[in-house]
Structure formats: structure tokens, C-alpha cells
């Protein structure tokens, strides 16, 4: 496969849509669409794809992801407490390359404020994950992460409304002016990406088969293959 390299990914205004995969295969499939800013990752999808978690690997993965033409590339960091991980983080911070950026995801646990802080501090942007709580989404603004990420599936799985949740998180960035950005993940399907969309949210990373749905629409299927139909029945002249 030939994969053509972009002069440098530049960030667009607008929505921003992450492809939430570790699956190079599912990167050369969809990050071509262009309609992507990242790609987010962390150790459970690298254990799901058969990607090793470590520097070495995470390192190659960032550098598929800057051939491929995204801005950013989250990749989570690691370890029992807050000094271990921003040893970690740093050290994946360090990966970035070819106008791709790392940002350092971090679960909201007390530790991963205190790590956080530290990597904030040293100018490396980073994303609170595994949010739950609006509280946490106000202490992550206090904070001046770039991301909060809550989990809209699990949310919902743990006997919450989980689309009123997130827009209680929402409305707390909003009427803080705050400049982090809610990240929504665990979203099973296009439907939910967008009736958060119709909300006002504007930033979501989701699996492919979700990216899938989003790009798959019958009536444009049948009338591509019309247009298609017509064109070969015209000789297909390209002069």
C-alpha cells in the first residue's frame, strides 16, 4: 500500500471526530477519509488490536499516525502512582513528529490529576480519561487539561442518562469559558454521535464499525451507483 505524506497535519475548525482504535489495519481503512483529527488509543485497545504497550511500539504507531496525515495521537500513559506516570508520559510526549501532535491521556483518579499537573507544567497538553462525573470535568478545566473524556456507553450500562450527564459536563465548560474540550467516547453507534452533535457537542472518538455506520447511508449507495451506471453507459469518456 502507498501511503501519501501530508506537508504537515493542520488542525481545522469545527467538530473534531477521533478514530478510537489501535488497529493499524482500521487506519490505513479510515484515516484516508480525511474526516478524522486523531486517533485516541490506551492499553486496553492495544491489548484488543495485539499491539504491545510499550515506548518502543507506541513510537511506531505515532509515527503510521503522521504518514497518515492526523493532527494529534492520544496515547495513555502508565504505572502504580502520579511519579511514574508522568515519567512514562513524558517520554511518550517526546514521540510527536511531522506536525503530529501526542497528547497524553491520564485517568482522572487522584494520582492522575497530580501526574497530569506535572506534565501540564512541563508544556505537554494532556486528556483526563475515564471521567464520570461532572465534578471531575470542572476540576479537569481547573486543571487547563486540552481534554476530559467521559464514557457515554458505560455511563448509560451503570444506570445513568448518560447523554444528560455529558450535557451537565458541557454546560459547565461553556458557562466557565473554559478552553478544555469534552472528548465523548464509548459511543456504539452513529446514531448517538449524533443526537450529541444536534446537543452542540462537537468532539468524539469512536471505534470504526461506528465510523462505519456514520459513513454508510443507502440512499447515497444507490445513487452513486446510478451516477456510476450512467457514466459507464456513456462510454465512461474521460476527454
Request: some cysteine; glycine content about 10%.
Amino acid at each position: 500500500m502507498i501511503i501519501e505524506k501530508p506537508h504537515q497535519a493542520v488542525p481545522r475548525p469545527g467538530p473534531r471526530l477521533f478514530l478510537d482504535s489501535a488497529d493499524p489495519a482500521a487506519w490505513e481503512r479510515l484515516l484516508p477519509t480525511g474526516i478524522f483529527h486523531g486517533v485516541t488509543t490506551n492499553p486496553l485497545l492495544l491489548e484488543r488490536s495485539g499491539q504491545d504497550c510499550t515506548v518502543a511500539n507506541l513510537g511506531r504507531l505515532v509515527r503510521m499516525a503522521a504518514e497518515l496525515g492526523v493532527c494529534e495521537i492520544q496515547v495513555q500513559t502508565w504505572g502504580p502512582d502520579a511519579a511514574t506516570m508522568v515519567e512514562t508520559g513524558e517520554i511518550l510526549a517526546g514521540l510527536g513528529r511531522h506536525g503530529t501532535a501526542v497528547v497524553i491521556k491520564i485517568p482522572a483518579t487522584t494520582d492522575g490529576f497530580r501526574a497530569a499537573r506535572l506534565l501540564r507544567d512541563r508544556h505537554h497538553p494532556v486528556t483526563l480519561t475515564a471521567v464520570y462525573e461532572p465534578g471531575q470535568v470542572l476540576a479537569a478545566a481547573g486543571l487547563g487539561a486540552a481534554y476530559a473524556a467521559p464514557y457515554l456507553g458505560r455511563l448509560d450500562d451503570a444506570g445513568h442518562d448518560g447523554a444528560a450527564v455529558i450535557g451537565a459536563m458541557q454546560n459547565i465548560l461553556r458557562g466557565t469559558g473554559a478552553d478544555t474540550r469534552l472528548l465523548v467516547a464509548s459511543l456504539r453507534t452513529a446514531n448517538a454521535v449524533v443526537d450529541l452533535a444536534v446537543m452542540g457537542l462537537d468532539t468524539f472518538t469512536f471505534g470504526p464499525n461506528v465510523a462505519d455506520q456514520l459513513l454508510a447511508a443507502d440512499l447515497t449507495t444507490a445513487a452513486a451507483a446510478d451516477f456510476q451506471r450512467a457514466a459507464t453507459a456513456m462510454g465512461d469518456k474521460r476527454t
